[in-house]
């Protein structure tokens, strides 16, 4: 589980050396946010100016923020000018604005004056803000330290701040795990040079269930029907976060177990990550096999933490167990059907047209082939 991860800049700047301004700037705007409850994002152009994003409107004021990495041999007060551009840009191109967050990596240097804590380049920066009717306010190193520590932050902190793989080691082993599962379903058969493609249900509306309330789509047919690569085109034809598993992933004695596959988390963990992403699907493969699982609570605990956090959930299972499945795992929970019909003979001479493989002429075979499993095999046999 967690450790006690320290707020190091140094770590920081290991983790991310070819892109650290980028990925400080994404650590500033998930700060932002949070601060003041913005849970959908803000809006931003390709090239922001001046403020990392549109400034947005609280009670507190129209806010505006910049977000400054600097390397160990920048000092602040170099940046002077560069900051005063900054608000009065900001000024000039969001008149509205009248406060102005700068994040940054930095700790300001005391003044040397003894009467005097506050430097003379933050209080020209402060007063050139003032001037434009602009309150211009700080978030450093200790301000980072506390806001980091909030419990609700701690996968936040983990990502950017731990110095081993941590969540981000977590998250790349769920993405492989998933791509590996999506690498192993064929919706498509190699003969010789060509690349048959089989295309199910083209009138099926996917956005319209992903658009819905309902939280579950149950892909069935009977096997070798192509419900596994039709499921299997619909996450990849769509710019959402998803992932893959087969129901054997979750023939395990515990959920902890299922868990530390990916790393020292739990997956709820993982789940929590994409908590405010309304674009999200999990696809699980061959869902049938859990009806003989001894354990189907990992199974049960998994959909419904899936479904907790706002995933929507594809299953694709065979026709015969279809129902079975159902009334084993969502009882009271909200579903869709789409049935994935086996190729007719037509569908299958259609398929074929465009490329040179010779149907058999025995009706048997070609009744047999219309199973896309014994297609494969019959097309593998030909080579």
């Given at each position: ?5 320290a ?9 991310f050396?070819?892109k650290?301004r ?12 949070h601060?003041?409850k913005?849970e959908t994002?803000i809006?931003?152009y390709f090239?922001?100016?001046?403020v ?18 600097y ?8 940046k ?6 900054a608000?009065k840009g900001a000024?000039t ?7 102005f967050?700068?994040y940054?990596?930095?700790?300001l240097?005391?003044?040397s ?6 430097p ?8 050139y803000?003032?001037?434009?009717d602009?309150?211009?306010?700080w978030r450093?190193?200790s301000?980072?330290?506390?806001m980091l ?12 701040f731990?110095p081993?793989?941590?969540?981000k ?14 690498e192993?379903?064929k919706?498509t058969?190699?003969y010789?040079d060509?690349?048959?493609k089989?295309?199910?249900n083209?009138d099926?509306d996917?956005?319209?269930?992903y658009e819905?309330e309902i ?6 047919g009977?096997?070798g029907?192509?419900k ?15 992932i893959?598993f087969k ?9 902890a177990?299922f868990?530390r596959?990916?790393?020292e ?9 994409f908590?405010?992403?309304e674009?999200?699907?999990?696809l699980i ?6 009806l003989v699982m001894?354990?189907?609570?990992i199974?049960n605990e998994?959909?419904?933490l899936?479904?907790?956090y ?5 299953f694709?299972?065979?026709t015969v ?33 465009d490329?040179?493989?010779?149907l058999?002429?025995e009706?048997?075979y070609i009744n047999l082939?219309?199973n896309?499993f014994y297609?494969?095999?019959?097309i593998?046999?030909?080579?």
């Amino acid at each position: 589980m967690y450790k006690d991860i320290a707020i190091n800049w140094d770590v920081f700047q290991y983790k991310f050396t070819e892109k650290t301004r980028d990925v400080f700037e994404y650590l500033a705007y998930i700060l932002f946010c949070h601060e003041f409850k913005i849970e959908t994002g803000i809006f931003r152009y390709f090239n922001q100016p001046y403020v990392e994003t549109l400034p947005v409107t609280t009670e507190e004021g129209c806010i505006g923020f910049q977000a400054k990495y600097y390397d160990a041999g920048t000092s602040i007060a170099d940046k002077k000018t560069e900051l005063k551009n900054a608000i009065k840009g900001a000024k000039t191109k969001y008149p509205e604005i009248d406060r102005f967050i700068i994040y940054t990596n930095k700790e300001l240097s005391a003044s040397s004056k003894k009467d005097t804590v506050k430097p003379e380049y933050q209080t020209e920066i402060e007063e050139y803000g003032l001037e434009r009717d602009i309150l211009v306010e700080w978030r450093v190193k200790s301000n980072f330290e506390i806001m980091l520590m909030r419990p609700e932050l701690e996968l936040i902190r983990d990502y950017f701040f731990n110095p081993d793989s941590g969540i981000k080691g977590y998250l790349a082993q769920v993405k492989l795990h998933s791509q590996s599962k999506l690498e192993n379903i064929k919706s498509t058969i190699r003969y010789r040079d060509q690349i048959i493609k089989i295309n199910k249900n083209n009138d099926f509306d996917i956005h319209s269930f992903y658009e819905s309330e309902i939280p579950c789509l149950i892909i069935y047919g009977e096997g070798g029907s192509g419900k596994s690569g039709f499921a299997k085109d619909l996450l990849e034809n769509e710019n959402r976060a998803n992932i893959a598993f087969k129901a054997t992933d979750f023939d395990v004695t515990t959920f902890a177990e299922f868990s530390r596959r990916f790393g020292e988390y739990t997956f709820e963990d993982y789940l929590k990550l994409f908590q405010d992403d309304e674009n999200k699907v999990c696809l699980i493969d061959s869902t049938e096999k859990v009806l003989v699982m001894n354990n189907r609570d990992i199974f049960n605990e998994f959909v419904n933490l899936s479904i907790k956090y706002g995933w929507k959930i594809i299953f694709t299972v065979r026709t015969v167990h279809k129902d079975n499945f159902i009334n084993t795992f969502l009882n009271g929970v909200r579903y869709q059907e789409l049935k994935i019909e086996t190729l007719s003979k037509q569908e299958l001479q259609y398929l074929l047209k465009d490329s040179d493989f010779p149907l058999p002429k025995e009706e048997s075979y070609i009744n047999l082939i219309c199973n896309l499993f014994y297609l494969n095999l019959y097309i593998g046999d030909s080579l």
